[in-house]
């Protein structure tokens, strides 16, 4: 739990594409997520886009709960400095494995 000027944050480090199936510790194959979206992304409810932008499933949109990813969608992710971006490699494959469109 990290403490801000905002309160309390439950955030957790996601791997983009697991480490058991060939991703790397690298932090470049991270994001800094809350729990329940780094459970919701590990399970493909939502995804970024080549533009890293948050695309969410259609699962999410015709939901009547999952209101916290609702509100995510099409969001651009925000990057330390500006520089340390996830690797648009990962990006893809876990658009293409992971995510439930």
């Known amino acids: 739990v990290i403490e801000s000027t905002y309160g309390l944050f439950n955030l957790d480090a996601a791997h983009i594409v697991p480490v058991e199936l060939g991703g790397s510790d690298d932090i470049r194959n991270g994001l800094l997520l809350s729990k ?22 259609r699962h999410v949109k015709f939901s009547t709960n999952c209101e916290q990813i609702k509100r995510i969608e099409g969001r651009q992710l925000e990057f330390v400095r500006g520089k340390l971006r996830p690797h648009l490699d990962a ?9 439930i469109g």
């Open 36 to 57: 329940d979206l780094h459970w919701a992304f590990d399970i493909g409810l939502f995804s970024i886009s080549s533009k890293c932008e948050i695309i969410i499933s």
């Open 91 to 99: 990006i893809d494959w876990h658009r293409q494995n992971r995510f």
